[in-house]
């Protein structure tokens, strides 16, 4: 039996069970949390805006609007040097310089020094004028978060040749832990989804249950919800599980995405234990030209898919607009056979009701002008998709509805040359709905999920000399999450609250060492972050299936982090990295109030996962004619407390999530990349190395290995981009994986092998057309990511995307 489930009005209850009234206990509210909650109070926040609401909530969000005056971005980048005279070394006052492709203008002071202070990230070239000297234009210029590039730059009375830009911290990839991939790499790649991205990056496992599912995330031998997953800064994670699906955001809208793989609690709060994704969508303003792009996809399993995406950059007055819409329908079924070890049996049928369908509107814009920059982003979005439980027990009517409304929005303001604060908010309401009414009466269920998370965040940013910061800020979060069993009235859940108020502050302290003839630049980081969670579930008292009482948990915390960067060289750059930090999770609304049935329940004492971590990394990076060359290595280690498990307890035989003992993980990971002609060919090799051991305090030679965590995941790729034709091969080495959490059972390992085709050529003047496809397991491998729950096999996709950038926009 099929369902077609997206907004399905034979499968929904009656409307009027989504209508609720949330309350806000007066005792509870923080002096900025009475001023938003005034917004959303009473009917407002299920949705139904009064003008008077809707008022409340602009004010709240961007007050800074009518009184900046002037537009421009804040962030974590700075590009800044000198100009001096090639003919004697003096220093060039009064050179103007200016990034190309943008409205950012500087000019150097008696000392010949300049900065540009915020600059989005990207890539730039610096063009340099002053009287009495030639005109330069430097090279290409990366730009990274918390990265302040330094160039020197050399300017002749006469005509001559543009001579090389001397820099300091080239091509330095990523600071203490982060990974950012931007725009131009995410082109490169032509991925079908977020998790087509992040799968690239070593140390990150991307699980999928199916075609067209949900996709999530574990990072360094993590589980799923120790990952904090941020749309342009705000949660993405539901308040029931604590996961989030990454592919719940189309790739053309991704302007870039930063992947924290140490422990991000001291940036980001609680819930980043193992790390954090923070997908970034806002286009920089007047960087790019105005393009509209089309793409229509076919593929196995049924697979269709249509998007569309414009952005729109009005350069005269710094706006860009952007928007994209995606629609993805997938029949979904497949044959299937893997094997268990140990034994020889060979599982192999039919994999039924995977059938999926989702439908995604965003848009996002940044407004610019002198010294503020106002972006926002906004997302409607609707999928559904069946749950076909696992192989050894498929159920082809079970299925889920997931429809998410999401907006947030940025205003930074620079007020002068060393002070600059930001402001912003996000507000998201997701429902997710699951039913089964067919089979055994005990097995059936019809439940839904109402998530509402509100988050509203002030910081303030000091440069306290040339190249140090100092930033400090305040953030307040509220998550509701109101669960209705409408099947069984008796076992809901109903409204459970969590309201947290963090404080937080963060330095850092370049040093230029370069006359010390040893080293370069050594930069050091600091942050600290306090956070205060109260988790309060209206319903106190249970008495069915049996009597518990529900209380109020409070949580503090305390996350630092500390880093350290060292560079040498230029020609031969060498780059050196540490950190350590504390981090923690805490435990999802359902694991601490899950009513459940008498075969599950919550329990409310149970305690926030807190781990300390620590990793140490070497790059090293060279360009000799033709040929760039990058490699590195980086060791980690993280130690987890009250590692949560759900285990059958007594005497009630109900499974309940307990913390037990701690995790070590511990490992490495290693890249080589080689690419030559100028990003015509690349070749590149990932490996990381993981030993993830559940630890128990009663067992001291308990040393089990944490389940679906393969012990390596090896990738090689090969890249071709010459003329109008682009090609990719890549290969991905998994170990075995325990689906048991005392190992007696694994998955053997695996190899995938992916390739990809295509075309790009011009059919016009202002005309672009593409044609790709893709293979993915080539050689048709049996394996599976989730026990019981196998993936497919050899499957196809063929992707025709048609672009139109109009004359004259061109860069």
């Given at each position: 039996?099929?369902?077609?489930?997206?907004?399905?009005?034979?499968?929904?209850?009656?409307?009027?069970?989504?209508?609720?009234?949330?309350?806000?206990?007066?005792?509870?509210?923080?002096?900025?949390?009475?001023?938003?909650?005034?917004?959303?109070?009473?009917?407002?926040?299920?949705?139904?805006?009064?003008?008077?609401?809707?008022?409340?909530?602009?004010?709240?969000?961007?007050?800074?609007?009518?009184?900046?005056?002037?537009?421009?971005?804040?962030?974590?980048?700075?590009?800044?040097?000198?100009?001096?005279?090639?003919?004697?070394?003096?220093?060039?006052?009064?050179?103007?310089?200016?990034?190309?492709?943008?409205?950012?203008?500087?000019?150097?002071?008696?000392?010949?020094?300049?900065?540009?202070?915020?600059?989005?990230?990207?890539?730039?070239?610096?063009?340099?004028?002053?009287?009495?000297?030639?005109?330069?234009?430097?090279?290409?210029?990366?730009?990274?978060?918390?990265?302040?590039?330094?160039?020197?730059?050399?300017?002749?009375?006469?005509?001559?040749?543009?001579?090389?830009?001397?820099?300091?911290?080239?091509?330095?990839?990523?600071?203490?832990?982060?990974?950012?991939?931007?725009?131009?790499?995410?082109?490169?790649?032509?991925?079908?989804?977020?998790?087509?991205?992040?799968?690239?990056?070593?140390?990150?496992?991307?699980?999928?249950?199916?075609?067209?599912?949900?996709?999530?995330?574990?990072?360094?031998?993590?589980?799923?919800?120790?990952?904090?997953?941020?749309?342009?800064?705000?949660?993405?994670?539901?308040?029931?599980?604590?996961?989030?699906?990454?592919?719940?955001?189309?790739?053309?809208?991704?302007?870039?995405?930063?992947?924290?793989?140490?422990?991000?609690?001291?940036?980001?709060?609680?819930?980043?234990?193992?790390?954090?994704?923070?997908?970034?969508?806002?286009?920089?303003?007047?960087?790019?030209?105005?393009?509209?792009?089309?793409?229509?996809?076919?593929?196995?399993?049924?697979?269709?898919?249509?998007?569309?995406?414009?952005?729109?950059?009005?350069?005269?007055?710094?706006?860009?607009?952007?928007?994209?819409?995606?629609?993805?329908?997938?029949?979904?079924?497949?044959?299937?056979?893997?094997?268990?070890?140990?034994?020889?049996?060979?599982?192999?049928?039919?994999?039924?009701?995977?059938?999926?369908?989702?439908?995604?509107?965003?848009?996002?814009?940044?407004?610019?002008?002198?010294?503020?920059?106002?972006?926002?982003?906004?997302?409607?979005?609707?999928?559904?998709?069946?749950?076909?439980?696992?192989?050894?027990?498929?159920?082809?009517?079970?299925?889920?509805?997931?429809?998410?409304?999401?907006?947030?929005?940025?205003?930074?303001?620079?007020?002068?040359?060393?002070?600059?604060?930001?402001?912003?908010?996000?507000?998201?309401?997701?429902?997710?709905?699951?039913?089964?009414?067919?089979?055994?009466?005990?097995?059936?269920?019809?439940?839904?999920?109402?998530?509402?998370?509100?988050?509203?965040?002030?910081?303030?940013?000091?440069?306290?000399?040339?190249?140090?910061?100092?930033?400090?800020?305040?953030?307040?979060?509220?998550?509701?999450?109101?669960?209705?069993?409408?099947?069984?009235?008796?076992?809901?859940?109903?409204?459970?609250?969590?309201?947290?108020?963090?404080?937080?502050?963060?330095?850092?302290?370049?040093?230029?060492?370069?006359?010390?003839?040893?080293?370069?630049?050594?930069?050091?980081?600091?942050?600290?972050?306090?956070?205060?969670?109260?988790?309060?579930?209206?319903?106190?008292?249970?008495?069915?299936?049996?009597?518990?009482?529900?209380?109020?948990?409070?949580?503090?915390?305390?996350?630092?982090?500390?880093?350290?960067?060292?560079?040498?060289?230029?020609?031969?750059?060498?780059?050196?990295?540490?950190?350590?930090?504390?981090?923690?999770?805490?435990p999802s609304f359902s694991a601490l109030f899950w009513q459940g049935t008498g075969r599950s329940a919550g329990n409310p004492d149970l305690r926030p996962e807190r781990a300390e971590h620590l990793d140490g990394s070497l790059e090293v990076s060279t360009k000799v004619a033709f040929i760039t060359f990058a490699a590195g290595m980086t060791f980690y280690r993280k130690d987890v407390e009250d590692l949560t498990l759900w285990l059958q307890s007594s005497p009630d035989g109900a499974f309940k999530p307990q913390n037990l003992g701690f995790a070590r993980i511990k490992g490495h990971e290693d890249f080589v990349k080689l690419t030559l002609f100028n990003d015509v060919l690349e070749m590149s090799y990932g490996n990381s190395i993981t030993h993830a051991l559940n630890k128990r305090p009663d067992h001291h030679d308990y040393d089990k290995s944490l389940v679906y965590t393969p012990p390596y995941v090896t990738t090689f790729s090969l890249s071709l981009?010459?003329?109008?034709?682009?090609?990719?091969?890549?290969?991905?080495?998994?170990?075995?994986?325990?689906?048991?959490?005392?190992?007696?059972?694994?998955?053997?390992?695996?190899?995938?092998?992916?390739?990809?085709?295509?075309?790009?050529?011009?059919?016009?003047?202002?005309?672009?057309?593409?044609?790709?496809?893709?293979?993915?397991?080539?050689?048709?491998?049996?394996?599976?990511?989730?026990?019981?729950?196998?993936?497919?096999?050899?499957?196809?996709?063929?992707?025709?995307?048609?672009?139109?950038?109009?004359?004259?926009?061109?860069?």
């Open positions: 039996m099929r369902r077609h489930f997206v907004n399905s009005p034979e499968s929904l209850p009656n409307p009027e069970c989504l209508a609720g009234r949330t309350t806000w206990p007066e005792g509870q509210k923080t002096l900025l949390g009475r001023v938003v909650l005034s917004a959303v109070e009473g009917r407002g926040f299920d949705g139904k805006w009064s003008v008077k609401q809707l008022f409340l909530l602009a004010l709240v969000l961007m007050p800074l609007v009518f009184a900046a005056g002037n537009l421009r971005a804040q962030s974590n980048t700075r590009l800044s040097g000198t100009v001096i005279s090639k003919e004697d070394g003096s220093v060039v006052p009064h050179a103007e310089l200016s990034l190309l492709g943008t409205s950012y203008r500087v000019t150097t002071d008696d000392a010949g020094s300049f900065a540009f202070d915020n600059v989005p990230l990207g890539i730039y070239r610096l063009r340099i004028t002053a009287p009495g000297f030639e005109t330069n234009e430097t090279s290409d210029l990366q730009l990274l978060p918390d990265i302040t590039r330094q160039v020197r730059i050399t300017l002749d009375r006469k005509t001559y040749p543009v001579s090389g830009v001397t820099v300091k911290g080239v091509r330095q990839i990523q600071p203490n832990g982060v990974t950012v991939v931007d725009r131009q790499q995410i082109e490169r790649l032509h991925p079908e989804d977020v998790s087509d991205i992040l799968e690239t990056v070593e140390g990150v496992q991307v699980e999928r249950a199916g075609p067209g599912g949900q996709a999530t995330i574990r990072i360094r031998g993590s589980s799923t919800n120790q990952v904090l997953v941020l749309l342009d800064g705000h949660r993405l994670n539901a308040a029931s599980s604590g996961v989030a699906d990454l592919n719940s955001v189309p790739v053309s809208a991704v302007e870039r995405i930063e992947l924290y793989k140490s422990g991000a609690s001291a940036q980001f709060g609680p819930d980043a234990l193992a790390g954090a994704v923070n997908i970034i969508t806002h286009p920089t303003a007047s960087l790019r030209p105005a393009t509209a792009e089309a793409t229509v996809t076919t593929g196995s399993f049924g697979t269709r898919r249509q998007s569309v995406s414009l952005e729109v950059p009005i350069n005269s007055v710094n706006v860009t607009q952007r928007v994209a819409l995606d629609n993805r329908t997938s029949e979904g079924d497949f044959d299937y056979n893997y094997h268990v070890s140990p034994g020889n049996t060979v599982y192999h049928g039919p994999r039924i009701n995977n059938a999926s369908s989702s439908r995604s509107f965003f848009g996002s814009g940044t407004m610019s002008h002198s010294s503020t920059q106002l972006g926002y982003s906004f997302q409607l979005y609707d999928a559904g998709n069946g749950l076909p439980d696992k192989a050894s027990g498929q159920n082809e009517n079970a299925y889920r509805e997931d429809d998410r409304l999401f907006f947030s929005s940025r205003l930074d303001h620079q007020f002068s040359h060393r002070l600059g604060a930001s402001l912003s908010g996000g507000y998201s309401r997701g429902v997710q709905f699951f039913s089964d009414r067919f089979g055994p009466l005990l097995n059936q269920y019809e439940t839904r999920y109402t998530d509402k998370n509100l988050d509203v965040k002030g910081e303030v940013v000091y440069q306290t000399g040339d190249l140090s910061e100092l930033r400090a800020g305040y953030q307040y979060r509220y998550a509701q999450l109101d669960h209705e069993d409408l099947l069984r009235t008796v076992y809901a859940t109903a409204v459970t609250r969590r309201r947290t108020n963090s404080f937080f502050v963060s330095s850092r302290y370049p040093f230029d060492l370069s006359r010390s003839g040893l080293l370069d630049d050594l930069t050091l980081t600091a942050s600290l972050r306090y956070d205060h969670a109260t988790t309060d579930p209206d319903k106190k008292q249970i008495l069915f299936p049996q009597p518990l009482t529900r209380h109020v948990v409070h949580t503090e915390s305390w996350s630092p982090r500390l880093g350290i960067t060292i560079t040498r060289g230029d020609r031969l750059r060498l780059v050196s990295r540490a950190s350590w930090g504390r981090s923690l999770n805490l981009a010459y003329g109008v034709l682009f090609a990719s091969y890549d290969i991905r080495w998994v170990g075995r994986r325990y689906a048991l959490s005392g190992n007696e059972k694994w998955y053997d390992p695996y190899r995938l092998h992916d390739l990809t085709v295509g075309s790009e050529l011009n059919i016009a003047e202002d005309w672009r057309l593409r044609l790709d496809g893709r293979i993915n397991n080539l050689s048709d491998e049996p394996y599976v990511l989730i026990a019981q729950h196998p993936m497919p096999g050899r499957a196809y996709n063929l992707s025709l995307t048609i672009s139109y950038q109009p004359k004259g926009t061109k860069p």
